[in-house]
Structures are given as structure tokens and as C-alpha cells.
């Protein structure tokens, strides 16, 4: 039982992992390029500034 427990953690542990290595950087041409993309309501305030700091005012 203990085992299974630990088998399916290490399968979402290594599952979250691998989607946010394939995240670009904030900031590179491919993250700027995805924003564009995403709907502007969707932005985070963060996301928001980010893009204004590394897209906008270069």
C-alpha cells in the first residue's frame, strides 16, 4: 500500500515537472510571443508587468 503511494507521488511529481520544463523563460521571445496569444483578461498582474517590462519597453 505505502508503496503505491509513493509510486503514484514520484508519477505526479515527475508529470508537473516535465509541464513546467516546457514553460519559455518570462521575458524571451517565445514567452513574449505566448502572451500575445493569451487573451489580455487572462493575464495575472505579474504576467501584466512582466510583459510590459521585457516586451513593451525593451
Known amino acids: ?6 509510486l ?14 516546457c514553460a519559455p523563460e518570462v521575458g ?9 496569444e493569451k487573451p489580455s483578461g ?3 498582474s505579474n504576467e501584466a508587468a512582466d510583459y510590459a517590462k521585457h516586451c513593451v519597453f525593451k
Open 28 to 36: 524571451s521571445e517565445a514567452w513574449c510571443k505566448q502572451m500575445k
Open 1 to 6: 500500500m505505502l508503496f503505491k503511494k509513493l
Open 42 to 44: 487572462d493575464w495575472s
Open 8 to 21: 503514484a507521488l514520484s508519477a505526479v511529481s515527475i508529470f508537473t515537472l516535465g509541464l513546467t520544463a
